[in-house]
């Protein structure tokens, strides 16, 4: 019988200090530390990011051991995120994640952090669905770094179709939500504090923007001039307006993100889609998703259990271990890099 591997994957590329630990497609410990500190900066410290990574990450891999029940000798390999996030932060991981494969004597796995947002998607039970998406099947990648409509023919046979032309979308909701005063990160509060708003308040206009590529960056200024006018006449116009600003904004990133996924669905002829990355939390965005494919029974859907969704060292312990059973391993001399490369 084949052996059921064991990977340890170690998430850093930003403010999440992330472990865990899968056997086959299965998650047997899945250990997150948030660095709250960056709220009170409005965005993340690389520096100070850095820092607590390197407090964390021993508290985080033995805490993903212990939840695991297992003895740290069973682990088959050491997969950590080489890529695209912030370089110190990044080191900090790297330098973990080597010495682990050294001490442990185990093969290293180097990650690519998107594509690892995009493949969450083959642990076990970690879609709403419950089952793997077929291949080839259309991806809509959406975080705070990356806004992007993926092909993904095979595990490692990606490519991009589309991706936007300024801000990401997640980037987009953050910004937008300090505007309306809301703390770091902004993209759950937008969303919390939709539920009771009418989205239909405020209207905004979309950018026609070519093909399958996005912009937000006139959506932020939108909204800036809205409130800054609003704010002459009435100072507590966004205090009054909360719940719609937010249900309103929300409702036309929702609308945009799935006409550009609809147009890649004609444009293929692929009609599997499957959302990932951090924006893929959104309810707003979810709702928008699962009401379209309800009422187009070619569409099926797959959208990340939220855990999932957010970064997680889940998603780079499962692409680790894709890779070590096609087997692609890693050399000690590889390094960081900050920003996405072709697939
Ligand atoms: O994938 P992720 O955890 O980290 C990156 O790879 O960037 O995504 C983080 C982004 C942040 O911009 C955050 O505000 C956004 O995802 N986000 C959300 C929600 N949850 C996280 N945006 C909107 N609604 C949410 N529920
Ligand atoms: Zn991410």
Known sequence: MKKKLIVIGIESSCDDTAVSIIKNRCVLSNVIIRQRIHKQYGGVVPEIASRLHEKYLILAVNKAISYASINKNQIDAVSFTLGPGLIGPLLVGASFAKSLSMGLKIPLLT???VQAHILAHFIQNANMNNT???????CLMISGGHTLIVRVNDFFQMEILGSTLDDSVGDAFDKIARMLGLSYPGGPLLDHFSINGYSKKFRFSKPSVKGLNFSFSGLK????????????????FVKKNLSDL??????????????KVLKATLKTGIFRVALAGGVSANNEIRRHFILFARKNKKWEIFLPKKEYAT???AMIAITGLLKYEKKI??????TPYSKLKTF
């Open 111 to 113: 990650v690519n952090h």
């Open 132 to 138: 793997y998406p077929e291949f080839p099947f259309l």
């Open 221 to 236: 200024s939108q909204v800036l001039q809205l409130v800054n006018k609003k704010l002459q006449k009435d100072s507590f």
């Open 246 to 259: 937010c249900a309103s904004v929300q409702n036309i990133i929702a609308e945009m993100l799935l006409e």
């Open 311 to 313: 970064d997680n060292g």
């Open 329 to 334: 391993f890693d050399s000690m001399n590889v």
